[in-house]
């Protein structure tokens, strides 16, 4: 059997946490090898390098920045070029539009060796959409470009799935509107805090902000058409998204009835708690690498019906977490296509019906 090998572009706040999760679970999700590429000699980032290498995964770097690496005390295992022919995978985790420059500057020529490239949220048109557990059933080994749709999205789409499109059609959803009220910046991040609320514009005319653009897109590959609209505005905090939504169905219900499916749905979190810091903050001290792999957590006692069909309340996004499960989900797919439902269970634990 060949070597099973996946290479992460980028340690930012999916790749980073991506790499570990890779390298501790890998003999239980069959990966022989995790490389990840790095593309800037920061002296900042040794503690990060050091401590993923640690964990067994290997340094790739561009030819042209090795010496800038040895300078600061660390010693790639691979080049660039070299780390993408070796995997049979490859995950891009980079900033805004750097997925699609990679795409074209390397991924195009490299789809005679690799099952499958990954990119994220932020990379619209790289591949087809997935988000794990809402369109599984439609991914093919023949997407050879998947697009992970962003943490916000995965919240939108599984509220969707879970309250009105839970079975064969999208028979029982009238429409969906969304607030998504967006922390300011990663705790990770040094830059790009904010003084005050800043409101988003809606720069789609059908669907408003892009979540419910990607959320509507992302149901596309399932064949729904589905009236969607969000709104965002970002918050002087760093700990978590939160969305409010408002679905409206066609079959009335209960908030009883609501609690139960959102219950069944191991996807979905339930929290007791009304303040993004303190589910953060569990976050923080029960998850790997202080994320929450489920792709939402409702707030229980924000949830109300009104008119006997109109279903609103208040979620957190677990972000990255949501997004990095799907990412790890399309990768063992793409390496063991009959049994990876069965692989990916080994991360079980890591989920909670309750925060």
């Known amino acids: 059997m060949s070597k099973k090998t996946v290479h992460v572009v980028g340690t930012g706040t999916i790749g980073e946490p991506l790499i570990g999760l890779l390298a501790d679970f890998k003999e239980d999700l069959g990966i022989d090898e995790v490389t990840y590429h790095k593309n800037t ?9 050091n401590a993923l290498n640690r964990r067994g995964a290997k340094l790739a770097v561009d030819d042209e920045a090795k010496k800038g690496f040895h300078e600061i005390g660390l010693t790639p295992e691979l080049e660039t070029v070299e780390a993408i022919d070796n995997a ?42 997935y988000a794990r557990g809402i369109n599984d059933a439609v991914m093919s080994p023949e997407d050879q470009f998947v697009q992970v749709v962003s943490c916000n999205t995965h919240n939108i789409s599984v509220l969707l799935k879970t309250l009105a499109l839970y079975g064969d059609s999208e028979e029982n959803l009238l429409d969906g509107r969304f607030v998504c009220i967006r922390r300011a910046n990663d705790i990770s991040q040094a830059g790009s805090f904010l003084p005050a609320p800043q ?33 965002a505005v970002k918050l002087n905090t760093q ?36 303040m993004s810091s303190l589910v953060f903050s569990f976050g923080r001290d ?25 279903i609103v309340g208040f979620c957190f996004t677990p972000q990255d977490g949501n997004a990095i499960l799907s990412s790890l989900a399309a990768t063992t797919r793409y390496l063991y296509p009959d049994d990876y439902h069965d692989r990916i269970q080994a991360l079980a634990p890591l989920f909670f019906d309750e925060v």
């Open 88 to 129: 049979d995978v490859v995950i891009d985790c980079t900033p805004s539009g750097i997925g699609h420059d990679n795409k074209h500057k390397y991924y195009e020529n490299f789809t005679h060796n690799t099952l499958g490239f990954i990119a994220q949220g932020s990379e619209f048109g790289f591949g087809k959409m």
């Open 199 to 231: 409101v988003g514009k809606h720069g789609d005319s059908i669907y408003g902000s892009h979540h419910a653009r990607d959320a509507a897109s992302l149901y596309k590959t399932l064949d729904y058409d589905l009236d969607l609209f969000s709104s």
């Open 41 to 49: 000699p920061r002296i900042t980032d040794r503690p990060k390098i």
């Open 286 to 310: 029960h998850g790997h690498y202080g994320r929450i792999l489920n792709q939402t957590v409702v707030v229980r006692e924000t949830l109300t019906v009104r008119n006997g069909n109109e």
């Open 239 to 274: 700990y978590m998204h939160t969305i409010w939504f408002d679905i409206r169905v066609k079959e009335n219900t209960t908030v009883d009835e609501v609690i139960e499916k959102f219950e069944a749905n191991d996807l979905v979190s339930m929290t007791e708690k009304n």
